[in-house]
């Protein structure tokens, strides 16, 4: 009887609480982890998101799961880095139900992510996305990782500043703009430092060069010549293109007029403070300053730099009233053929492993990155509410409804608006987190007791190295490197 009347008191207890709270909450709950969510107060625009679709969807709740908090040594409070959230997550096997990912290998290694394969290749939405970025993150037909948001990488130019020292239309640069020609604007875009650097510098972007480069000579290739089959450093066009890029750091005395890298390497050779680029043009960013016409970037810079052409206080006091835009990469004409690719960075959402409801989870993520519905909601809270945050990435499901309305946002983009609504050829630039072993394969990798690869490929550019001495070895070294790393992503591919 005792035992009865505790159970009783409990039960009425339990109703006293819902009746002053309200209803139970018997919604689905999907949890969600994000490092772009801000504080809570500041209620920026991925939290406006989240309520957005809560609104939509009355019967889910979306719970953020934050970060830990962890103290440094030196008695410092700090968020505990990603890696190590989601691991700790996975330990007590509590993966958030959807969550950003930084590197989509390390993701099904570690058994963090769920294939979502099926359920997306019958999404119609999911199926407007460019091939080459759909697969980006596909293992043997199985799909780990969604594309959150695609950025591109390229040349941002200044009209303002580029009309000001040519003497035709036909010199500014446009969308698909030949490697050539944009070289041919740039060096007539410069102008001579008079004093106080004031001089103007046509395009930087020489570092990179070899790697988009050689996927222009031969399409087969991507970024870093890498393809399906592995790395081709030894290939022709590869040698093609770092022999382009070696002249602008060996020979700098011919270009250092408008090829700012030369303009670098020829003061460290003369040490003569008038070749200076900070006494010829200024310090900081040259872009920005009003000291650079054409400048290699992601097209995530878009949106402040925008909004410095608006804001005579802004920090980059250069763009005020400039009218800027972006072109991508210009295109190579070989043996006849004109190729046109541009580098794209993409950043990836995730379904956790373990989910209960597969769906929700799915819906959710699209809506938070590629989903038609959701990137209305984004635009419209962004001219709503602009002090929340502006989107920074073009949308990237090919509807042209919503790239109509995105590019209302911004009418003077008219080169970056061709490359968005009409280039389908990408070079996918982030492979860090799709290719196994891809970090050490371009980097961190030993060509030999005391030199890296990314040593050795900067010495060809310079010249201190010579590129048919160790193509061969640096190609079957960083080949070798990826095979192994396949390998390991392969066995846990198997093991599911």
């Known amino acids: 009887m005792k035992r009865i009347l505790t159970v009783l008191l ?12 309200g209803e139970r909450d018997n919604r689905t ?3 969600y982890a994000a490092w772009n969510l801000g504080p809570e107060s500041l209620n920026n625009l991925e939290r406006r998101m989240i309520k957005a679709y809560e609104e939509y969807n009355p019967d889910v709740k979306v719970e953020i799961v934050e970060r830990q908090k962890i103290v440094d040594e030196d008695g410092v409070e700090r968020e505990s880095d990603w890696d190590s959230f989601l691991n700790a997550q996975a330990a007590i096997k509590e993966m958030p139900d959807v969550f950003q990912i930084d590197n989509v290998v390390k993701a099904i290694l570690n058994d963090w992510a769920t294939d979502v394969s099926e359920i997306a290749n019958s999404d119609e939405e999911f199926n407007k996305i460019p091939l080459d970025i759909r697969e980006a993150a596909a293992y043997n037909n199985k799909l780990f990782a969604l594309p959150q948001a695609m950025f591109y990488f390229g040349y941002f130019i200044n009209r303002t500043l580029i009309s000001q020292n040519v003497t035709s239309n036909d010199d ?3 969308y698909g703009v030949s490697y050539e020609k944009l070289l041919e604007i740039a060096s007539k875009s410069s102008k001579a430092a008079v004093q106080g650097g004031d001089g103007i510098i046509g395009i930087d972007g020489m570092n990179e060069l070899s790697y988009w480069l050689a996927a222009q000579y031969d ?3 991507g970024w870093y010549t ?3 089959d592995g790395y081709h450093l030894d290939s022709d066009a590869f040698k093609l293109a770092i022999n382009e890029q070696k002249k602008y750091f060996t020979e700098p005395a011919s270009y250092a007029s408008y090829v700012l890298e030369s303009a670098n390497a020829r003061f460290l050779i003369t040490e003569d403070e008038s070749q200076n680029p ?3 043009y200024g310090d900081g960013v040259l872009f920005t300053t009003g000291h650079q016409a054409i400048k290699w970037e992601g097209s995530y810079n878009l949106r402040n730099w925008l909004a410095a052409t608006e804001d005579p206080e802004s920090e980059m006091p250069g763009l005020f009233q400039a009218d800027i835009d972006f072109i991508g990469t210009p295109s190579v004409t070989v043996d006849g053929k004109t190729n046109h690719r541009v580098p794209v960075v993409l950043d990836y959402i995730a379904i956790g492993k373990g989910t209960k409801h597969l769906e929700e989870a799915y819906d959710f993520a699209k809506w938070m990155s590629f989903g038609i519905d959701g990137y209305k909601k984004r635009l419209e809270i962004a001219r709503e509410h602009p002090k929340s945050g502006a989107i920074n990435f073009a949308p990237i499901v090919q509807d042209e ?3 109509t309305e995105y590019f209302e946002l911004y009418p003077t983009l008219v080169e970056f608006k061709k490359l968005v609504t009409s280039h389908t050829d990408y070079i996918v630039e982030s492979l860090a987190k799709t290719v196994p072993g891809y970090v050490e394969s371009r980097w961190t990798g030993k060509y030999d007791e005391t030199t890296t690869v990314a040593v050795v490929l900067d010495n060809i550019r310079d010249g201190k190295t010579n590129y048919d001495d160790v193509a061969v070895n640096l190609n079957n070294l960083i080949n070798q490197i990826y095979q ?4 390991q992503l392969e066995d846990a591919l198997n093991s599911d």
């Open 401 to 403: 409804d919503l790239l």
């Open 172 to 174: 500014i640069p446009t």
């Open 278 to 280: 900070q006494t010829m």
């Open 29 to 31: 709950k999907i949890t």
């Open 10 to 21: 409990f039960s009425l207890f339990a109703l006293f609480l819902v009746s002053c709270n």
């Open 219 to 221: 399409d087969s290739l």
């Open 484 to 487: 192994d790393a396949k390998e």
């Open 226 to 228: 890498y393809n399906e």
